[in-house]
């Protein structure tokens, strides 16, 4: 089965993750939903070799369709996709700042009122698991519940949205975000946004997708 446009867009969006540095080498993936199944990055092929015609089809049962593996972490965009039907697309990434915050298995508080970018007062932090295990995309599930993005204990970060572009955007904000934490955090107290103003933020992020800053 292809599709080279899907294909296509996400090998560019590869291209802007390392860019933006939130992905090297061969770690982290990204996938795109497609009819009954989904469009996601190989197993072990440098980014920098990537080609559109090497991305991987993989059905919702788990059936892939072409010479090369899809990446191990395959199992995490399936159960994304089954579980939520509005998810479109999904980037996994070992970005720095998120990879930090999930190295100490801290979730992100409201520190800020931008942490509402991810669906919720918080970024949460999935338990940790074996990479590519079934358990590991389990307690991402159990975790990412109601929200759009969640912090991978001693691994990295998930991000999920409507398309690619929008989840690219996620991922760059939340990177951002954990940055400012992480540098919070050698000052001292972190003074948090209360639950209260929070409902405030989610209310008005819910007309705001479509407008600017």
């Not at 010479?67 to 697309?89: C, F, G, M, V």
């Not at 209360?194 to 407008?211: G, P, Q």
């Amino acid at each position: 089965m292809s599709n080279l446009t899907s294909q296509k867009n996400i090998v560019d969006t590869i291209k802007k993750l390392c860019d933006a540095k939130l992905i090297t080498g061969t770690s982290g993936n990204v996938s795109c939903r497609y009819q009954n199944g989904f469009y996601i990055t190989p197993s072990a092929i440098r980014y920098d070799e990537l080609e559109p015609e090497m991305i991987v089809y993989v059905s919702l049962d788990g059936e892939y369709y072409s010479d090369l593996k899809p990446s191990s972490e395959w199992r995490i965009h399936r159960d994304l996709y089954q579980t939520n039907t509005e998810i479109s697309a999904v980037i996994h990434t070992h970005s720095t700042y998120c990879s930090i915050l999930a190295c100490l298995q801290r979730e992100i508080p409201a520190f800020h009122y931008m942490i509402a970018l991810g669906g919720g007062k918080k970024i949460p932090c999935a338990q940790y698991a074996t990479f590519g295990s079934e358990k590991l995309s389990n307690n991402i599930i159990d975790a990412i519940d109601g929200y759009k993005a969640s912090l991978m204990a001693n691994h990295g970060a998930v991000f999920t949205g409507n398309d690619l572009h929008s989840t690219f955007d996620l991922a760059v904000e939340i990177e951002l975000l954990a940055h400012q934490y992480c540098e919070l955090l050698k000052l001292g107290e972190v003074k948090l946004v209360d639950d209260a103003e929070m409902d405030i933020i989610l209310d008005k992020f819910k007309s705001y997708k479509n407008t600017s800053k």
